[in-house]
């Protein structure tokens, strides 16, 4: 049976290709080899995940998968291939399976898969993200081992041709059901699928064909980088076990909040406190830019929650500049002096409540449910 990649990916049929990556990125961190070493549950597990978001997050891929439950769009009643189903090479495969063959058997060449990729989780500071950065990360990492050129063999060519799978690195196993001849493709259980029988180990990677290390590597981080967003750097993943090319790095970005912005996008939103004074009267505040700051003119009779828009003042990025958003907050001193209550209960003594809109609006509206004015003027 062919495997459910949905399943495996912990989605739904319909899922969107937001909803299979996001998945895909919270299963494969869940069960990386480098956080379960020596586990092979969590290896298997996690070289599933792969093997179902390069069939997932591929149209076409995709496509074939949910009509033919291949990837390749093969004809899935005839057999097994990467995903449970046959992987015919054309028409003369299809007649060879069927009618035992013509001339002989063909040798199919051992498809070298490319590396498992590394994902890693970057913290940065919201200035640093906002404004872009350099960082020098470092990870461990299976990296192609020099001496043999990844081959496992010694000098890189002690070895031979698998004499069982004839180097293709798959086994064929066929059963009659009738006229049909189903087969079903595994890989070699003699050479583990790489078609080479090693010989003589490498001494530096004992034949593995790979060897652990730590990579550093500096990273240009764009301004505008925000949380989710993701550098990926070709070959820098884990390498392949097969003589394949590497892997990538995929460096997620987890960016801290800020105590003074919030941001939308490349929008900054900034909450500015201003006294009584400056809110009745008007007056010029400072407020704070991602470089530098600037003196804002607050006009009088400014109510707090009131949001002024500045353009072009948010976060400047490749993909274009944000505007700032100015969200003020009038303050109330919670300490008053004797002479100070005196001066505000005239304040208010001498204030009709026409002067305020926002009063007026709700003594209308009381008015008008209860016949009464609450204010009694």
């Known amino acids: ?206 034949g593995k064909g790979y060897n652990k290390s730590v990579t550093k590597i500096t990273l240009d981080i764009p301004a505008g980088a925000d949380t989710g967003s993701y550098i990926r750097k070709a070959g820098f993943g884990e390498a392949s076990k097969n003589g394949g090319p590497s892997g990538d790095l995929i460096v997620e970005m987890k960016v801290e909040p800020s105590k003074i912005f919030k941001r939308k996008n490349f929008d900054l939103y900034v909450e500015v406190p201003i006294s009584f004074k400056t809110a009745a009267l008007g007056g010029k505040v400072k407020v704070p830019l991602i470089d530098d700051t600037i003196d804002y003119t607050i006009p009088e009779g400014t109510q707090s929650g009131k949001i002024f828009f500045v353009r072009g003042k948010g976060i400047k990025s490749s993909r274009g500049t944000g505007d700032l958003y100015i969200v003020i907050t009038v303050e109330v001193p919670n300490k008053l002096t004797r002479e100070q209550r005196k001066l505000l209960e005239k304040f208010d003594a001498e204030t009709d409540v026409k002067q305020c809109a926002q009063m007026r609006q709700y003594k209308d509206n009381v008015e008008m449910m209860y016949g009464k004015n609450p204010y009694g003027k």
């Open 1 to 206: 049976m062919a495997k459910d990649y949905y399943k495996i990916l912990g989605v739904d049929k319909n899922a969107t290709p937001d909803e299979i990556k996001k998945a895909y990125r919270t299963q494969v961190k869940k069960c990386h080899p480098d956080l379960h070493p020596g586990d092979e549950a969590a290896a298997e597990k996690f070289k599933e995940l792969n093997e179902a978001h390069e069939v997932l997050s591929d149209d076409k891929k995709r496509k074939n998968y949910d009509t033919y439950g291949d990837p390749n769009g093969g004809m899935g009643g005839f057999g097994g291939g990467a995903s449970g189903f046959g992987g015919f090479g054309g028409f003369e495969d299809i007649f060879g399976d069927i009618f035992g063959g013509f001339g002989g058997s063909r040798s199919r060449a051992q498809t070298k898969t490319k590396g498992e990729d590394i994902i890693i989780e970057l913290s940065l500071s919201f200035l640093d993200a906002a404004k872009g950065c350099r960082r020098e990360v470092s990870y461990n990492r299976n990296e192609t081992c020099n001496s043999c050129r990844g081959t496992g063999a010694k000098g890189g060519t002690a070895y031979k041709t698998c004499e069982k799978c004839g180097g293709t690195g798959q086994i064929q196993y066929t059963s009659s059901n009738g006229f049909f001849r189903s087969v079903n493709v595994r890989p070699c259980d003699e050479c583990r699928g790489t078609g080479k029988k090693i010989i003589d180990n490498c001494p530096d990677c004992k």
